[in-house]
């Protein structure tokens, strides 16, 4: 059994915890990142003519409509709730979010005719200004 000086253990353990920290350091930097993950896409919308329901009620089919591309999730759409709290905003008067699989399927719906036509036919007729954010579930 070999015995250790006092000064050596010290510096032994000083090297120890230096090689644990190092690797702990090191797995984080060169673990591959997972997958990508699903990207939310938010568009918000100022109608037009807002009293009108029948507009509203046209660009949620349409939404919803949107389902049948390739790498949708899920499309939900509706209206603004009355403020809950100081820093809430009801300014818009419709709300559209799609969950995509990944940022690929983001970029495919962009260029899908299906979207093109509804942009065209509903969005720009029914719809004086939008905004789109796009969220990912990293």
């Given at each position: 059994m070999r015995q250790f000086k006092a000064g050596q253990n010290?510096?032994?353990?000083?090297?120890?915890?230096?090689?644990?920290?190092s690797s702990i350091f090191l797995s984080?930097?060169?673990?591959?990142?997972?997958p990508s993950s699903t990207?939310?896409?938010v568009v918000l919308m100022?109608?037009?003519h807002p009293e009108r329901a029948a507009d509203r009620a046209q660009l949620i089919r349409a939404s919803h409509s949107l389902r049948v591309i390739p790498g949708v999730l899920r499309v939900?759409?509706?209206g603004a709730i009355p403020p809950v709290g100081?820093?809430?905003?009801?300014?818009?008067?419709?709300?559209?979010?799609?969950t995509f699989r990944d940022r690929?399927?983001?970029?495919?719906?962009?260029?899908?005719?299906?979207?093109v036509?509804?942009?065209?036919?509903?969005?720009?007729?029914?719809v004086r200004h939008y905004e789109v954010y796009n969220l990912t579930g990293r």
């Open positions: 010290g510096a032994l353990g000083a090297f120890a915890a230096l090689a644990i920290c984080g930097c060169l673990t591959t990142p997972p990207v939310t896409h100022w109608l037009k939900q759409a509706g100081p820093h809430t905003s009801r300014d818009f008067d419709l709300g559209v979010v799609i690929a399927a983001l970029l495919r719906y962009e260029k899908d005719p299906r979207h036509e509804a942009v065209r036919r509903y969005l720009r007729p029914l």
